[in-house]
């Protein structure tokens, strides 16, 4: 494994993250949508950083990859509380192709907010296939297969403080 981004950096980036964003809504109350598994350390490090009343809420989303398709993309909306009126910042881990943000947005736009902006972590360069761009970046990465602090290679490495790229031999063979 290699790191990409240091605990240190990452709080760096995390933090000018949360000033444009404290600038942006000039101390309005807002609902923090975290995109369940990956958006989990984002969201604890970056409401911390937020000065201004904020709610969490929650919503998962998952793709089961097929052998030669794109995997289908499931939104469960079950963890969301009401939402109608608020202001909405939709955090997630990483912004690749588009079509997980796209799609969370569509949903949550459904249920009548007031306003919905969107915070990520990493935006993976060269990768969009959609219109829509992320409010919010940390930082911009090449176009790698990335873990840690909340990113998963087969559901671990979530809990490393820092952002590694995967090496060949990381991929081979069961990751225990
Ligand atoms: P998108 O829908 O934008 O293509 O993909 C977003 C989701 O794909 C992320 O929330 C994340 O779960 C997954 N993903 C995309 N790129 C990576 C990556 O480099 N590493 C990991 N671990 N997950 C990724
Ligand atoms: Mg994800």
Known sequence: MKVLLSPTQLQDGIQQ??????QH?????????????????????????????????LVEA??????????????NPDLLSDIKGRDILLIDDIFDTGYTLQKVIRMIEDLQPNSVRSAVLLLK???????????????QIPDQFVVGYGLDYQDLFRN????ATLEPEDLSGEAE
């Open 125 to 139: 360069e060269g990768r969009q296939e959609v219109e829509l761009r992320p409010d919010f970046v940390g930082f």
């Open 17 to 22: 993250m949360a000033d444009q964003i404290s």
């Open 62 to 75: 998952s793709s089961y990859h097929g052998t030669t398709t794109r995997g289908e993309l499931t939104i």
């Open 160 to 163: 490393l403080p820092y952002v």
């Open 25 to 57: 809504y000039q101390g309005r109350a807002i609902t923090v949508v975290g995109i369940l598994t990956g958006s989990l350390m984002l969201l604890a490090d970056l409401i911390r950083m937020l000065d201004q009343p904020i709610r969490i809420s």
